[in-house]
């Protein structure tokens, strides 16, 4: 089962991880699961698919490698409508973490992902394709559970989805992310969703 840490988690808290995963005590909670990063993924410049400042190009080459899931830093990636189908459409288990943990340090951002990481697994292992979570920037002294932050198809389509998150403001609710599906390319993504659906119906 391949879990990628994209190019917005610190690449020394991947590594950390990756070699953590190869302890007793990790490997009995994270199971099967292999861990990389998306940089394993990404195109190089004169590479035919790729594209600047674009993580759909590695999602597409992941999705392609048999990824199954992604852990995401990049606090705004479920708010750009290009990457959020193209999660949505390779069917991976995407988790996520709340706004703030962006500003917080190297550390911090570690401690939060140990304290987490059992919940972060066993959610990897047994979510459903094609969902959204994300780890609440807490430290429940027991328990605690993943927020489902995931969305319907619809919402999947819309430039401003609804979410429960604070209103944006003017400038970050832009119509870049519009502009950047034109040419038909919403429409093509669309399609796409639809017939991986329909082929998972005949399945």
């Known amino acids: 089962m391949k879990v990628a840490f994209d190019e917005h988690v610190p690449s020394a808290l991947a590594k950390v991880f990756i070699a953590l995963a190869k302890e007793r005590a990790i490997r009995r909670v994270s199971g099967d699961i292999t861990l990389e990063r998306a940089s394993d993924y990404a195109p190089k410049i004169g590479d035919n698919d790729y594209v600047r400042k674009n993580?759909?190009?590695?999602?597409?080459?992941?999705?392609?490698?048999?990824?199954?899931?992604?852990?995401?830093?990049?606090?705004?990636?479920?708010?750009?409508?290009?990457?959020?189908?193209?999660?949505?459409?390779h069917g991976f288990v995407v988790?996520?973490?709340?706004?703030?943990?962006?500003?917080?340090?190297?550390?911090?951002?570690?401690?939060?992902?140990?304290?987490?990481?059992?919940?972060?697994?066993?959610?990897?292992?047994?979510?459903?394709?094609?969902?959204?979570?994300?780890?609440?920037?807490?430290?429940?002294?027991?328990?605690?559970?993943?927020?489902?932050?995931?969305?319907?198809?619809?919402?999947?389509?819309?430039?401003?989805?609804?979410?429960?998150?604070?209103?944006?403001?003017r400038r970050q609710r832009s119509s870049r992310p519009a502009a950047e599906l034109k040419n038909g390319q919403q429409a093509r993504l669309f399609d796409r969703v639809e017939q991986r659906n329909a082929r998972n119906k005949e399945g």
Not at 100 to 126: N, P, Y
């Open 95 to 169: 988790i996520f973490f709340e706004p703030q943990w962006g500003s917080w340090t190297f550390f911090r951002k570690t401690a939060l992902m140990v304290h987490w990481w059992e919940a972060i697994c066993d959610r990897i292992k047994r979510a459903e394709r094609a969902t959204f979570w994300a780890v609440p920037s807490a430290w429940p002294q027991r328990g605690g559970e993943l927020r489902n932050v995931s969305l319907g198809l619809a919402q999947l389509l819309k430039d401003k989805p609804r979410t429960s998150e604070i209103p944006r403001t």
């Open 55 to 89: 993580d759909v190009p590695w999602l597409d080459r992941f999705g392609a490698a048999g990824g199954h899931a992604v852990i995401s830093g990049d606090t705004k990636m479920r708010h750009r409508v290009h990457e959020r189908l193209a999660l949505y459409q």
